[in-house]
């Protein structure tokens, strides 16, 4: 089958999924907080939160992010520590650093950008997110090619293109672009997303009973749904070991120091550690090395964080120290909880070893 063969079940066109679908969001759609506005800032907000992120995490983080900064004005010029802070738990900084440098150029424009060709000029901001705020938000036949598009867009057409490739998606855009509606394109691209996360499902059956798509999905009609969409094998995620300080002053102050400007976690406030997985007596002589004199352990204890393509394997040490060297941030309770961004990573330790 030809790759940019885009038809149903017995050769009917791609259009015929508009109407049914459009009526099946009307009657099914969830009651979302980014689905009651049409401010391209509030759209874009949520738009960049629900990348690698459940819908149901992100509703509280996106409630308190606009409370916080309710325009693009106030993210713009927001302190990073703030920022981060709004954004912890979510993982992934780089999206919310590259929201703010964003919502400097359009703070300095003056205006939010309505155009596909200036929006994607914003830093952070691919095809996808300028589509889904075009179409929300503008009420433009763009459309926003995530994996839950695709996956039914492959499916209701049997298409066994690469869906992983840039040149796929661009194809299932241009077929999508020739199929809006006039008005209400918003809600075809949302419904195109929401089919994806509760009916046409990654993982596990998909409930075909439910889609308003039944009679038109080519896929169902060969049964062959799981073979939808064709994607590369995984790769393995690549194990990293490191080992990481819990270390404790006498004033219950913790010790924390900034990770380098660049790769993982860049920037961010992080407990200290070293690559490589320490015995005790390496850990001790870190500390000999680093000038805590007189350390006295506390506990031991192993941990695991996955990333996306990466997965740590911490060792961590815990010990009580005096607050010697200057070069460490010493963080009491309160400023890990209301000041400090500490990633995920590194907070599950300290609740775990404290």
Known sequence: MAQ?????????????IVEPLLLWYRRNARDLPWRHTNDPYKIWVS????????????????NRFLAELPTVED??????????????????????RNMQKAAGQIAESGYFPNTMPEILK?????????????SIAFDKPEPAVDGNVLRVI??????????????FKKQVAAALREIYPKTGCGNFTASLMELGATVCVPNGRPLCESCPLYKLCRARALDKIANYPVLPPKRQKKTEELT????????????????Q?????????????????LTLEGATDWLYKNGFE????????????????IRWEMQCYEFNVAETPTEFIWATAGELENRFSLPTAFKKLLEHGL
């Open 294 to 309: 007189g350390g006295t352990p506390v506990k031991s204890f192993h941990e695991k964080h996955i990333f996306t393509h």
């Open 4 to 16: 940019n063969d885009f038809t149903l079940t017995n050769g009917r066109a791609l259009s015929e």
């Open 122 to 134: 914003l830093s952070g901001i691919g095809n996808y997110t300028a589509g889904a705020i075009l």
């Open 261 to 277: 400007n660049t790769g993982l976690l860049k920037g961010m406030p992080q407990l200290p550690n070293v690559p490589g997985k």
């Open 154 to 167: 492959t499916r209701i057409t049997a298409n066994s293109g690469n869906a992983a490739t840039k040149s």
């Open 244 to 259: 990481v300080f819990i270390l404790k002053s006498e004033n219950d102050r913790v010790a924390l120091n900034m990770r």
């Open 47 to 62: 738009e960049i939160m629900l990348q690698q992120t459940r819908v149901n995490t992100v509703i509280s983080y996106y």
């Open 75 to 96: 993210l713009a010029s927001a302190p990073e520590e703030k920022l981060l802070k709004l954004w912890e738990g979510l993982g992934y900084y780089s999206r919310v």
